[in-house]
């Protein structure tokens, strides 16, 4: 990109702003909307973002750091919605198990990060353009999706007051 190492660690900076916020509109949002549907918009909003991406890779346009930060943002901003929601459901399954399914994500997430930064290193340093690397990340966001559509059960539990009231009358504290 021609452009100076603190110029772009100050691009990279605003990735991690943007998960920042993206985390504050979800706690904005999770009192009103259930743990499945924040992050089936995250997921939207992250496929979107990689889409774009791509299309701006294919087109040239991402040669220009807020081009390529401003989706890449996007991405981010909706990997807050995924993140914090999926974590948030898989310990709240069984709560007397919830150190085990915390440890299980933490290892898969660190695991797969591990494994997907070193595909990522290996597009980045074998080609000019940045396009196998943005195909990579649709890629990676069609996964997170059929994940969630394969291995996630559904249910279409509606919360009322009934449901509130039996789950403070059981010990366990879950509907």
Do not use: D
């Amino acid at each position: 990109m021609g452009r100076s190492s603190a110029e772009y660690g100050a691009w990279f900076a605003t990735t991690g702003f943007a998960y920042l916020i993206g985390n504050l509109f979800c706690v904005r949002f999770a009192p009103r909307h259930s743990l499945e549907k924040l992050i089936w918009f995250g997921l939207a909003l992250q496929l979107a973002g990689a889409l774009l991406n791509l299309l701006w890779g294919v087109t040239g346009l991402n040669q220009a750091p807020s081009w390529l930060f401003g989706t890449q943002m996007l991405v981010m901003f909706a990997n807050a919605f995924v993140m914090s929601n999926s974590a948030a459901g898989a310990i709240s399954v069984r709560p007397e198990a919830a150190g085990t399914a915390s440890g299980a994500m933490g290892f898969l997430q660190m695991g797969i990060g591990s494994l997907v930064s070193q595909f990522g290193a290996y597009l980045g340093g074998h080609f000019a353009t940045p396009v196998p690397l943005n195909i990579a990340i649709v890629v990676l966001s069609i996964g997170c999706a059929s994940t969630m559509i394969f291995l996630v059960p559904r249910r279409n539990v509606v919360v009322s007051e009934e449901l509130i009231e039996q789950a403070e009358e059981e010990e366990s504290g879950m509907l």
